[in-house]
Nanobody, 122 residues
Framework: QVQLVESGGGLVQAGGSLRLSCAAS????????MAWFRQAPGKEREFVAD????????YYADSVKGRFTISRDNAKNTMYLQMNSLKPEDTAVYYC???????????????WGQGTQVTVSS
């Protein structure tokens, strides 16, 4: 198993930047495929980005492509989400998740963090 803890959320003005972190403990972090999801008020949780075990392959939702960058440091057991050019519609609770398989499907991620709130003001 792996335990995940997100941090780095907060309140930022539109156009600003934030960097989220996801710290992992437990079983070898480098063996997991990792992802970020988000849930806005009144909406279903949605996929944001994912990254493979090595960190060399990434994939983004169209809504964040070109603005967000996912990365990981296996030596530090940590994944990151650099968010630039933030928009009010990026306001959501952001969750990191871990899976033993390469997937963007939420139900295939058995391990989740508690979430961190990101609020973008206009």
């Amino acid at each position: 198993q792996v335990q995940l803890v997100e941090s780095g959320g907060g309140l930022v003005q539109a156009g600003g930047s934030l960097r989220l972190s996801c710290a992992a403990s437990g079983r070898a972090f480098s063996s997991y495929h990792m992802a970020w999801f988000r849930q806005a008020p009144g909406k279903e949780r949605e996929f944001v980005a994912d990254i493979d075990y090595s960190g060399r392959s990434t994939y983004y939702a169209d809504s964040v492509k070109g603005r967000f960058t996912i990365s990981r440091d296996n030596a530090k057991n940590t994944m990151y989400l650099q968010m630039n050019s933030l928009k009010p519609e990026d306001t959501a609770v952001y969750y990191c998740a871990a899976s033993a398989v390469v997937t963007t499907t939420q139900r295939s991620y058995p391990y989740w963090g508690q979430g961190t709130q990101v609020t973008v003001s206009s």
